[in-house]
């Protein structure tokens, strides 16, 4: 390690007369700005990522010089002492401080150089800040006077007492020239916009004017509305080769396409700037975002032409995606020594009908291998996985009953999806499972979001393996037989409510919320109180020869997002469900509906499926049961999880990634409602839930590539709730954990007890 660290910073390779920067330093800055004025420090004299340095120097390194031809374009070119860039660099921290209202500070530099390795440090004398004594505005046309004054408190930063900082001067021209670009002032310029700072007043004091300047030899701005809007569709290529269709919309719109496939009254639901209509900036970004949530274009351009001065006609050019496409997808999983693959085939259509519908067929097909089975490969699968679904999104809302077009805060979509899963788990289970479902997805504003499911039809036929199902039986676990190996059928509804989707990604203090209710089988019920359904030996009510289900759920997600300044983040998550059985079905919940806890979106310390319910401990079955029931008897109807997790950046250039880390502690469990026999422990109890909550911890690191996150998180287990009293805090175990495993063993075989869990994946986890 420590020869590779001192040759990541070598300069052996380096000429004589150069110097490798190897520190750059600010000092005497407030702290608020110094991440800021860094990046005003020129690049070529940023020190190198040692790891980059070394990659470069390993591969353009030649005999004790670097190379002058054939230069390997692959890692960090040394970052060398250059003087000018030095005084370039401090200049421009002097500036950036100016602009922060510190109209006195000073910025020296000061260079060290020992063995050719160099640091250069700039001191900075700060002084007192400015602060705006009077703010006034002068603006030319009254029009736009009068505009400014109605809505300027919406947005102005501007005010008297406030120290001066020229972003908020930039944020003033912004908001006014996309005020006026609101109102109809196509013509409208930032150049307009300007500022008069008079600093020669006693202490530090400035007057602050805006001025709002009318273009040259007018007296007014001119005010434009829409004429004609004509939409030109081309082919995936951009080609205008084919003989076009032509088609006409009501309020002058006018349609050419060369691709022939598109129909004119779905696309013109989503040109908002429509004949005779004000322009506005608004609607012509609004219209750029819908057509590209169509998913069916690849380059979406508007130019605007005066058809008189005070009018403009509108030309789209479109040029849509490739109408299909198919994707092949491949994985390999391990873990707990088992292995597998799984594979997916993905057919797209991306405009069925021609109004921008699209249309996806997926199957994929998984095998599971358990290398402590013996035998051949073959015998050693574990569990195979089917699954084939397709699914029809259409881009508005399709009712039986007129509504408005509801496209301003988000795209309106209908959705028809139908799946088929055929599953099969060695000497255990197999499962049939067939859903179809009608949903509506519609934006309340940006920021609420609905999903409404009418109508979702479910079919399954699940069966236990016959000794293995003999085995339960004889050993007293008929109440899991009957909730697994049965056939059912569901006819019921959805609903989903999403807060603050669009902040996720943002640096801000904000609340999000997701609640979901899942109910089924009350049509059913309704009816069978009129119609004589039969009963099966159980006593369920029976369809087509088969129990329906009836059951209610719900489950919801709260989070809190604090921004601490910089790229750090404080994020708060409680995560809490429950779901009833009654009715048809009251004993028993279905597996599918049941929660689970673990897994690396929940308690990260927890392989997914293998925590709770309650104080379960499995020790108290057979092995055979052990190894059979693993991933399928840890469920519940009552789920509490809570997270909290603290975000930091940690690199700014990590192989080409945002280095990023987090601290988190994790909470919660699962619990059944009733003490059915299965799982000691494990029912919920208002008297000693709180005692069986399971507390992980850990940290973890975030590879931000800006269009996706790689993200790596370790957690070791606190307190796990299968054991006993003060045995909970396995956390004192941890530096005994071979003698701890092998105790472990003795009443657990074939289960692993790992007090670290690994979880990689991509995305943030909440």
């Known amino acids: 390690m420590l020869l590779f660290i001192t040759s990541c910073r070598s300069v052996r390779l380096l000429e004589n007369e150069q110097t490798l920067v190897t520190k750059v330093k600010i000092k005497g800055i407030d702290k608020k700005y110094e991440e800021n004025a860094f990046e005003y420090i020129q690049k070529e004299i940023r020190p190198n990522s040692t790891i980059n340095l070394f990659i470069y ?383 509506y997805i519609w934006n309340e504003t940006r920021y609420k979001v609905h999903q409404f499911t009418p109508i979702l039809l479910e079919y399954r036929i699940g069966r236990l393996d016959a000794d293995f199902k003999k085995q339960l039986d004889q050993e007293g676990y008929r109440l899991y037989i009957e909730s697994n190996d049965r056939a059912y059928i569901g006819l019921g509804s959805q609903y989903a409510y999403t807060f603050n989707t669009l902040r996720l990604n943002n640096l801000e203090n904000f609340f999000y919320f997701r609640g979901t209710l899942d109910v089924s089988g009350n049509t059913l019920g309704l009816i069978s109180s009129v119609v004589n359904f039969k009963k099966n030996e159980s006593g369920e009510k029976t369809l087509l020869g088969v129990p329906y289900l009836q059951y209610s759920k719900v489950e919801t997600d709260f989070r809190y997002y604090k921004h601490l300044g910089g790229e750090r983040q404080l994020v708060f998550r409680f995560n809490p469900g429950v779901a009833i059985p009654y009715g048809n079905n009251q004993n028993l919940l279905i597996f599918e509906k049941n929660f689970y806890s673990g897994g690396m979106n929940g308690i990260r310390a927890w392989q997914a499926r293998t925590l709770g319910p309650g104080g379960y401990n499995r020790s108290v079955l057979p092995d055979s049961l052990r190894l059979n029931l693993r991933n399928l008897d840890q469920l519940g109807e009552i789920k509490i999880e809570g997270n909290l997790e603290y975000r930091f950046k940690l690199l700014n250039d990590f192989f080409g990634a945002k280095l990023k880390g987090a601290t988190f502690v994790d909470a919660g469990n699962i619990w059944r409602i009733k003490n059915d026999g299965i799982n000691p422990e494990g029912q919920f109890k208002w008297g000693s839930f709180l005692d069986q909550i399971a507390l992980g911890a850990g940290v973890g690191f975030r590879f931000d590539l800006e269009y996706f996150v790689f993200r790596l998180d370790i957690a070791a287990k606190v307190r796990d709730p299968q054991f006993e009293g003060s045995n909970r805090w396995v956390i004192s175990e941890i530096f005994n954990a071979k003698d701890f495993n092998e105790r472990y063993n003795l009443t657990n075989y074939p289960d692993k007890y790992n007090f670290i869990q690994y979880n990689f994946g991509i995305g943030m986890p909440f």
Request: aromatic residues 14%; without cysteine.
């Open 57 to 439: 120097n390993f591969a353009n390194g030649k005999n004790g010089h670097y190379r002058n031809d054939k230069i390997r374009n692959v890692g960090e070119a040394p970052r060398l002492l250059d003087s000018s860039l030095v005084e370039i660099s401090r200049n421009q921290i002097e500036r950036f401080l100016m602009s922060k209202g510190y109209f006195n500070a000073e910025v020296k530099d000061s260079i060290s150089i020992k063995k050719q390795k160099a640091s250069v440090t700039f001191n900075v004398t700060q002084g007192n800040p400015f602060y705006i004594r009077n703010f006034v505005h002068q603006i030319a046309d009254p029009a736009v006077d009068s505009l400014y004054k109605r809505h300027n408190r919406d947005f102005t930063r501007l005010r008297a007492g406030m120290r001066y900082d020229s972003d908020s001067l930039v944020f003033e021209r912004e908001s006014i020239y996309h005020l006026s670009r609101q109102y109809g002032y196509f013509d409208f310029l930032r150049q307009y916009v300007r500022f008069e700072v008079d600093s020669n007043l006693v202490g530090n004091l400035v007057d602050l004017k805006l001025i709002v300047d009318n273009p040259e030899n007018k007296t007014g701005h001119s005010v434009f509305h829409m004429d004609s809007s004509f939409v030109e569709i081309r082919t995936s290529d951009g080609s205008m080769e084919k003989t076009p269709r032509k088609d006409t919309l009501g309020q002058a719109m006018y349609f050419v396409d060369y691709n022939r496939k598109f129909k004119a009254k779905p696309l013109g639901r989503y040109i908002f700037q429509k004949q005779g209509d004000l322009y506005n900036i608004d609607f012509e970004n609004l219209t750029y975002d819908r057509l590209y949530e169509l998913n069916t274009f690849k380059s979406i351009k508007v130019n605007y032409k005066k058809s008189d001065s005070t009018h403009l006609n509108a030309n789209y050019e479109l040029i849509p995606l490739k109408r299909m496409s198919n994707r092949i997808e491949g994985e390999y999983t391990f873990n707990s020594g088992r292995s597998g693959f799984n594979f997916g085939n993905t057919y797209t259509n991306r405009n069925l009908f021609g109004g921008s519908e699209q249309l996806e067929v997926k199957a994929q097909y998984g095998v599971l291998f358990d290398s402590g089975l013996s035998g051949s490969l073959f015998n050693r699968i574990y569990n195979r996985d089917f699954q084939f679904g397709a699914t029809l999104t259409i881009p508005r809302l399709i009712v039986p009953f007129r509504i408005p077009v509801m496209g301003k805060n988000g795209m309106p979509r209908t959705v028809f999806s139908t799946n088929w899963q055929v599953f099969d788990q060695l000497n255990t289970y197999s499962n049939r499972y067939f859903t179809n479902s009608i949903s």
